[in-house]
């Protein structure tokens, strides 16, 4: 199987465990859940799957010397994910943003990932427990494969000049743990991730997105429109029986998913409040063979920016819809 992927360029892949993965019904799914969730419906480019995102994890993983089990986790580790991605913590008001965690096991297990992974000689337990897999996941402020991936994913996707190839050229492995072999271009990371959550993830328009279709579905579960269950199908079709729906006030909602949205950040005067996920890196770097720091401790500007980014965090966005 030939893999051709925006980030890392071409690639083969000849493990039969990971083309029949890739081939289940859990994995294909994912191809109609949009990364971006409610974004994709007003804002051109918004192409990004969590289908890509998932096998560019593995591919970044198997870039880094992880084992196979690795990167299987890797290539599985969004199978529980729910239509409109992370739109869906904020139906449920979720700030860790990890709604879509608690199912990991149930769609894996009633799947036939199972007998795919028993077929292949592993442990479905052992696959489904992050705790084994250290260059998968890492908790913030840390890199791991999971952050890294997305964060090139959508810079590529978004920006102008693409950067990926100058990060990647500079991770290594060492005990366990991706980090970088460069502190300039660990520096460049870590403020090319806070710019990427101003711009992107935490925007105030793209929180605003994310809270209006979450409101059209809290309605439609309320009013028995779509079920819970629904909420593990894919992206168009919900949305097109939320569009279709009679209720007015879903309508309204919906209406408002378009490219003329216009809002503005005032905490004196606001429609809704929302507060997200706190997103920041302070990645590690290998100065010498036993001198290994955080960016913030090479460069006091940097761990100034963090700081900064922090507090705008915790404050959130005052959202006001001024047009749509």
């Known amino acids: ?184 271009v660990a520096k460049a990371f870590a403020e090319d991730f806070i710019m990427m959550d101003e711009r992107v993830w935490s925007n105030p328009r793209e929180t605003a997105l994310y809270q209006i279709l979450a409101d059209a579905i809290r309605i439609a579960l309320d009013k028995d429109i779509i079920s819970e269950q629904d909420l593990f199908k894919e992206d168009d079709e919900i949305y097109k029986i939320l569009k279709e729906s009679d209720d007015e006030k879903i309508k309204a909602k919906i209406e408002m998913l378009n490219p003329k949205l216009k809002i503005i950040d005032n905490k004196e005067d606001y429609h809704f409040h929302c507060v997200n996920k706190l997103r920041y890196v302070d990645p590690k770097v290998r100065l010498s063979k036993d001198d290994i720091k955080k960016a913030s401790e090479i460069y006091p500007g940097l761990r100034t920016k963090l700081d900064k980014h922090k507090k705008r965090a915790d404050r959130g966005n005052y959202i006001k819809i001024i047009s749509f």
Do not use: W
């Open 1 to 184: 199987m030939e893999i051709i992927d925006r980030v890392y360029g071409r690639h083969l892949i000849e493990e039969p465990v990971i083309i029949e993965l890739i081939n289940s019904k859990p994995l294909q799914r994912l191809k109609g859940i949009n990364q971006t969730g409610a974004s994709k419906y007003a804002i051109s480019g918004r192409d990004i799957t969590r289908f890509e995102h998932s096998v560019g994890v593995m591919l970044l993983l198997k870039m880094q010397g992880a084992s196979l089990e690795e990167q299987i986790a890797g290539l599985l580790h969004d199978t529980p994910h729910t239509v409109f991605s992370h739109v869906i913590d904020f139906v449920f008001k979720n700030n860790k943003h990890d709604f879509h965690e608690k199912f990991y096991e149930e769609i894996i297990t009633n799947s036939e990932i199972p007998s795919i992974l028993r077929k292949h000689g592993f442990k479905v337990k052992r696959i489904l427990d992050a705790n084994n897999f250290t260059l998968l996941e890492r908790e913030l402020p840390n890199l791991c494969a999971d952050r890294i991936d997305y964060t090139l994913r959508d810079m590529a996707a978004y920006l102008p000049q693409n950067k990926a190839d100058d990060y990647l050229s500079n991770l290594i492995v060492l005990h366990d743990e991706i980090i970088f072999d460069n502190k300039e």
